[in-house]
């Protein structure tokens, strides 16, 4: 590292005080509260669930035959935590997976329903137990939104309007009383509807001009009702490709009212190897930091392709897969995507939520990639042993933001610089929520350093601050399944309040929360 401070490990000291690390950087920053910006939309807290993997089977799905705690076959212990952290929507069944599935497979008795290969993903049995009525009682019990992905690359829009009138008809038509046979007499609504997932890729590699005339197509055979305004989402772009999100804005934007980015984290951004999960060097952790950053670039400059043919913003961007990508765990199948969380997959969460903040006029919905047991998860799972890993806790610690009002907080982060990468040491965002009280967020991204930050409140006369934080002593600390977690949120003493400025030390490797009441 170039700066100043080597200091030995054993000086890296866990920081539920404001600790003294290898040394301190310092910055300032000024809130605007006077100054209030758009709503950050809970939806920004989303969560993408594929079948893909032990990410619905074992992650939710145990069957009510199972020892494991369930309400009907749909895990107690995932419900639960998964409530504690307000999941506002819940993107299935894909995916890859979604653009070959048929709705038919997964209704009816469970013992009828037909197996198939999941060919995306290991060529696993996919044994269609759980469909949609399993899903939209999973969406039900965390108390989340659906949103479904509709295939579009290997199906036609007569499918997709048979599973909507499957699951939103009130009245006495065959496919309503199907639903009615299958144990479901309300309609459900679909009040986020994507479709086709990565039609550039995976979802039947189209052309953006070839895709934006089937959007066209089926959003034509999309009937939206009073009952069931639906937000129509159209597959968006692979990370950089503003070209696909030009094509699609300019030949269908009038068709939809949203349009989806995809980006993953790759530590080396290289597929063939991506990186380790744990067991990484702060040189990987920097870089993965490096990487995660890019999506303030991204959302820019969608956003800006956007404002050409939108610019009242009446599209949303939503950014319904993103998170990290790690070589899978050893000994697991490499098409399940297992992978541990540590740490650093906490941070890498706070600093996304602080980029999502900060566009939230145009970013109005996000998907975490992905819920349970696969990629950047919320939840492992073992038999009947469950971690809440340090994302979950990200995710946790930011729940006041969800619906908050965004309150701009211009800072100048220093940087820091670890062989060939110099990123800012920490990112932040701030918000008035719903009670009345304000949020800073904030992560530091160095590995080593804590921050010394003094904020101007400006109009605010804030009386108390309190705050939390989650870090540990290594930077892949991580939760084991079964075990108490080593990387939880604890109270956070390191702010202070005086003559109108707050004080915050924000240890290194970190995510803060500060509440100003
Ligand atoms: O999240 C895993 C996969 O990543 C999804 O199925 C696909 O949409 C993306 O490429």
């Known amino acids: 590292m170039l700066k100043t401070l080597a200091v030995a490990a054993s000086a890296l000291l866990l920081a539920a005080t ?27 807290y989303g969560q993408f669930s594929e079948h893909l993997g032990r990410g619905i089977y074992d992650g939710v799905w145990v069957g009510p035959d199972s020892k494991i705690p369930n309400v009907r076959g749909i895990r107690t212990d995932v419900v639960n935590a998964l409530k504690d952290i307000h999941v506002p929507v819940i993107r299935w069944p894909g995916g890859c997976f979604a653009d070959e599935y048929h709705w038919r497979d997964g209704i009816g008795p469970r013992d009828q329903r037909p197996q198939r290969k999941n060919n995306w993903w290991a060529g696993s049995p996919e044994t269609n137990a759980f469909g949609t009525h399993e899903f939209m009682d999973f969406a039900e019990q965390v108390g989340a939104d659906p949103y479904l992905s509709i295939n579009v ?34 309609p459900w609504k679909t009040p986020f509807i994507g479709f086709g997932n990565e039609a550039w890729g995976c979802g039947g590699n189209m052309t953006p001009e070839f895709y934006s005339n089937e959007l066209r197509r089926y959003t034509g055979f999309y009937h939206r009702s009073a009952e069931n305004p639906t937000v129509r989402i159209a597959s968006g772009a692979n990370a ?40 990484f060097t702060a040189q990987a952790w920097t870089d993965t930091f490096a990487n995660t950053l890019k999506m303030e670039d991204l959302i ?8 050409q043919y939108d610019p009242k913003k009446r599209v949303g961007l939503f950014v319904d897969e993103w998170g990290t990508w790690y070589d899978v765990e050893p000994g697991t199948i490499p098409g399940h995507l297992y992978q541990n969380n540590t740490l650093r997959d906490g941070v890498l969460a706070a600093v996304n939520f602080n980029i999502f ?17 696969v990629l950047q998860a919320m939840i492992l799972t073992k038999d009947d042993k469950i971690a809440l890993t340090p994302t979950y806790y990200a995710f946790k610690m930011y729940v006041p933001f969800q619906d908050a009002t965004y309150l701009p907080l211009d800072i100048t982060a220093p940087t820091f610089t670890m062989g060939d990468k110099t990123i800012p040491a920490f990112n932040a965002s701030a918000a008035k929520g719903k009670d009345g009280k304000i949020y800073i967020g904030l992560a530091n991204m160095d590995p080593n350093d804590d921050v010394a930050l003094s904020v101007d409140l400006g109009t605010l006369k804030a009386r108390s601050v309190s705050g939390q934080i989650l870090t540990a002593d290594k930077m892949d600390a991580y939760n084991d399944i079964g075990k108490a977690p080593v990387v939880a949120p604890a109270a956070f003493k390191g702010a202070k309040l005086a003559g109108g400025k707050l004080s915050i030390t924000l240890p290194a490797k970190s995510v803060v929360v500060v509440t100003l009441d």
């Open 357 to 373: 903040h900060h566009h939230a006029d145009r970013v109005r919905l996000t998907a975490v990639a992905q819920t349970i047991n």
């Open 240 to 279: 950089g490709d503003t070209n696909w999100t030009d094509v699609v804005m300019k030949n269908a934007s009038h068709n939809i009212d949203a349009l989806s980015l995809h980006y993953y984290t790759l530590p080396t951004g290289n597929w063939d190897k991506k990186g380790a999960a744990t067991g």
């Open 18 to 44: 404001a600790s003294v690390n290898a040394g301190t950087l310092t910055a300032q920053g000024a809130l605007k509260a006077d100054q209030p910006g758009p709503q950050i939309s809970r939806y920004i």
């Open 153 to 186: 690359g290997s199906s036609n829009p007569t499918e997709m309007r048979e599973w909507i009138e499957y699951m939103t008809s009130g009245d006495q038509d065959t496919l309503a009383n199907e639903r009615r046979k299958n144990g479901r007499d309300k």
């Open 300 to 307: 820019t400059k969608h956003s800006a392709v956007m404002d």
